[in-house]
């Protein structure tokens, strides 16, 4: 069974400009959650989708939104790049919302600001 | 939510056993704890999960005290391919911490 995929694998954009990042989830999993992963640090939570909807937004600005698809997948959508926006972004899907049930986390979409 | 605290990192050799603590001392009666392992440039991995007592899994073994305001990840004979980064999250698996460092040297 495939696992959790995301697009782009790498991703380099200027200052101000606007990015796509794409998850599809593990097959039957309808929760995807979005993480920001700074060098050398844990990942930070930005957004949970269960069934189409936002059920957990992080303490990020609202420059950062997503979105999940009938089919499950999502996209993490930011606007107007800041250098600081550069990370890993990871996406975890579960089978159901409940917060304490195991993620699977997908490889990741490292993004560059220049 | 409950703050989590490990150590910063740990050094061990290939073969030995290596334990992994983590202090929450204001969990929550309904908070399961979680640990997660991290290699360079992918996605945390999902090692156990347990509430009290002791889980086992193929991979690892969680011991959790009565008072549950600490739990300790055990890995069994460890090998190079153990070095990781090994996060403790207790309650909502969202909130990660700056993890443990774990580097096995041969």
């Known amino acids: 069974d495939a696992g959790v995929t995301q697009s782009p694998t790498h991703l380099i954009k200027t200052r101000g400009q606007h990015v796509t990042l794409r998850c599809s989830p593990i097959?039957?999993?309808?929760?995807v959650s979005w993480y920001q992963q700074v060098l050398g640090q844990g990942p930070q939570f930005i957004f949970q989708?269960?069934?189409?909807?936002?059920?957990g937004r992080g303490n990020f600005p609202d420059r950062f939104s997503a979105r999940q698809f009938p089919n499950y997948s999502s996209e993490l959508n930011v606007n107007a790049l800041l250098l600081g926006d550069s990370a890993l972004y990871l996406c975890?899907?579960?089978?159901?919302?409940?917060?304490?049930?195991?993620?699977?986390f997908g490889p990741g979409t490292r993004l560059t600001v220049t | 939510l409950a703050k989590t605290t490990q150590p910063i990192s740990m050094d061990s050799y290939e073969g030995q056993e290596v334990n992994i603590t983590c202090s929450h001392n204001?969990?929550?009666?309904?908070?399961?704890i979680t640990w997660y392992q991290q290699f360079p440039s992918q996605g945390p991995r999902f090692i156990i999960q347990?509430?009290?007592t002791k889980v086992t899994n193929e991979v690892a073994s969680l011991f959790i005290p009565a008072d549950r305001k600490s739990s300790t990840l055990s890995l069994p004979r460890v090998s190079l391919s153990d070095t990781a980064v090994y996060y403790c999250?207790?309650?909502?698996?969202?909130?990660f911490g700056t993890g443990t460092r774990l580097k096995v040297l041969a």
């Open positions: 975890a899907s579960s089978l159901l919302r409940l917060a304490d049930y195991e993620q699977y």
């Open positions: 097959s039957g999993h309808k929760s």
């Open positions: 989708y269960y069934e189409k909807e936002e059920r």
């Open positions: 204001n969990i929550a009666t309904n908070d399961y």
């Open positions: 347990g509430y009290k």
């Open positions: 999250l207790v309650g909502p698996q969202y909130i």
